[in-house]
């Protein structure tokens, strides 16, 4: 299972870690091609940064490049998403997920398989 944490609530401008922990028998999916999405409000759920498994390859949409950052730590089972300069319109749940291989669009939440409950984010 996934599980996120490091959520909370920051004023405009700060900064979040968020973890995303790999647990039980799918801990391995940790190595795999991770993503971070992000969920407004009465919004759809988008995906906003990737990790691929090789090479730790990362990709970001361009709301988010230059301010949050993806990792992982296979040793610790964990993947992070540093997030700096939050925004308002940046508050919502952010949830992690995995899938074997990237596809071609990475972003796509469908196409992930394996979700952590997620974490509130709260920007004001």
């Known amino acids: 299972q996934l599980v996120e944490s490091g959520g909370g609530s920051v004023g405009a401008g700060g900064s979040l870690t968020l973890s995303c922990s790999a647990s039980g028998s799918t801990d391995s999916n940790i190595n795999h091609c991770l993503g971070w999405f992000h969920q407004p409000p009465g919004k759809e759920r988008e995906g906003i940064a990737v990790i691929y498994p090789i090479a730790n390859y990362t990709r970001y949409i361009e709301s988010v490049k230059s301010r949050f950052t993806i990792s992982r730590d296979e040793g610790k089972k964990t993947a992070y998403l540093q997030m700096n300069s939050l925004k308002v319109e940046d508050a919502g749940m952010y949830f992690c997920?995995?899938?074997?291989?990237?596809?071609?669009?990475?972003?796509?939440?469908?196409?992930?398989?394996?979700w952590g409950q997620g974490t509130q984010v709260t920007v004001s």
């Open positions: 997920a995995t899938r074997r291989y990237c596809t071609l669009d990475p972003f796509l939440p469908g196409s992930f398989d394996l």
